[in-house]
């Protein structure tokens, strides 16, 4: 899985949930807290009655890194926060981060390269940490 918005990784032998709470213990090693979840699995469920396999959207945020980006950016939050997928595929549970760089691009204000730069440090170390 490789994606040019995401920061990748597949975890092997380790079930959803702890996968899950590894991802919410890697993240705030970097400084992220979790401020939503969204359960794409018991949504679909609910309201289309579709069965899927297990799937999470985590809201991830750096809350001095959130406040950099709001004062060169102010109507940056509409990027923010940063979602971090968990799913179950199979025997695998893969997980992917937003890559920073490809979404503050977005913008288009060089003044967010370094902000940039350092969400994606940080976002790669929570998912080597997996």
């Given at each position: 899985?490789s994606?040019?918005?995401?920061i990748?990784r597949r975890v092997?032998?380790?079930?959803f949930?702890?996968v899950?709470?590894r991802?919410?213990a890697?993240l ?6 979790v401020?939503?979840?969204i ?6 469920k ?5 069965d899927?396999?297990p799937y ?5 945020c750096?809350p001095?890194l959130?406040q ?6 102010p ?7 940063c979602?971090?997928?968990?799913r179950q595929?199979?025997?695998h549970?893969?997980?992917a981060?937003?890559?920073?760089n490809?979404a503050?691009?977005i913008?288009?204000?060089d003044?967010?390269?370094?902000l940039?730069?350092e969400?994606h440090?940080r976002?790669t170390?929570?998912?080597e940490?997996?």
């Amino acid at each position: 899985m490789s994606a040019a918005y995401a920061i990748p990784r597949r975890v092997e032998g380790a079930p959803f949930d702890v996968v899950v709470d590894r991802v919410r213990a890697a993240l705030a090693a970097e400084g992220f807290g979790v401020l939503t979840v969204i359960d794409v699995q018991d949504t679909l469920k609910q309201k289309i009655d579709v069965d899927v396999d297990p799937y999470v959207i985590l809201g991830a945020c750096n809350p001095q890194l959130a406040q950099r980006g709001l004062d060169v950016e102010p109507d940056l939050g509409v990027l923010l926060p940063c979602n971090v997928v968990v799913r179950q595929h199979g025997d695998h549970v893969h997980v992917a981060a937003m890559e920073p760089n490809a979404a503050l691009a977005i913008a288009g204000n060089d003044d967010l390269i370094p902000l940039a730069a350092e969400a994606h440090e940080r976002l790669t170390r929570a998912m080597e940490a997996l």
